[in-house]
T-cell receptor
Framework: GAGVSQTPSNKVTEKGKYVELRCDPI?????LYWYRQSLGQGPEFLIY????????DSGLPNDRFFAVRPEGSVSTLKIQRTERGDSAVYLC??????????????FGPGTRLTVL | QKEVEQDPGPLSVPEGAIVSLNCTYS??????FMWYRQYSRKGPELLMY????GNKEDGRFTAQVDKSSKYISLFIRDSQPSDSATYLC???????????FGQGTELSVKP
């Protein structure tokens, strides 16, 4: 079946602009995660959704970052007033969140965001 | 101090070598330990996971957790050029399941 998809694959924007990054999880996966990966680093957790609600947003760096998942499937990560330091690969992952399934998180290919 | 520490490498080995990748962690409360492989410009893919301590083997790959020393290891036997990638170790949070990654080790297997 189809994996996690993310659009766009690349996004170049100017400092101060607003961007939206989209994630389509694997069908039926109730849990959805966003991570950010800077060059040469491991992914860092941003936010976790269980269904439609944000169960843990402790990783969002500041109030310029916001994410939604209105129907419990597709999620959008929104970044306001972008800064050069926001440049990174934004990864989305989904899982069944079942202990029997190991709660395996399946990652999408990421959106590479460049803020000029 | 980061919660999960990993030597970034790069590590270069000849084809057929045994590779040892290692991480240390600080939070003893988390019981799931994962190894992900990430090819260039791709998302991470799960290689193996272990629960609590001990060894787990899957083909050429063996994952090991030593809770007494807070050490996680991944061994790759008979390494192949196709194993060239970045290897990420991670712990999984007990509550929501978020992953706490190490920095990643870049591995290159030369033919």
């Amino acid at each position: 079946g189809a994996g996690v998809s993310q659009t766009p694959s690349n996004k170049v924007t100017e400092k101060g602009k607003y961007v939206e990054l989209r994630c389509d999880p694997i069908s039926g996966h109730t849990a959805l995660y966003w991570y950010r990966q800077s060059l040469g680093q491991g992914p860092e957790f941003l936010i976790y959704f269980q269904g439609t609600g944000a169960a843990d947003d402790s990783g969002l760096p500041n109030d310029r970052f916001f994410a939604v998942r209105p129907e419990g499937s597709v999620s959008t990560l929104k970044i306001q007033r972008t800064e050069r330091g926001d440049s990174a690969v934004y990864l989305c992952a989904s899982s069944l969140m079942s202990l029997a399934a190991g709660g395996t998180q399946y990652f999408g290919p990421g959106t590479r965001l460049t803020v000029l | 101090q980061k919660e999960v520490e990993q030597d970034p490498g790069p590590l270069s080995v000849p084809e057929g070598a045994i590779v040892s990748l290692n991480c240390t962690y600080s939070n003893s409360a988390f019981q799931y330990f994962m190894w992900y492989r990430q090819y260039s410009r791709k998302g991470p893919e799960l290689l193996m996971y272990t629960y609590s301590s001990g060894n787990k083997e899957d083909g050429r790959f063996t994952a090991q957790v030593d809770k007494s020393s807070k050490y996680i290891s991944l061994f790759i036997r008979d390494s192949q050029p196709s194993d060239s990638a970045t290897y990420l170790c991670a712990q999984r949070d007990n509550q929501g399941g978020k992953l706490i990654f190490g920095q990643g080790t870049e591995l290159s297997v030369k033919p």
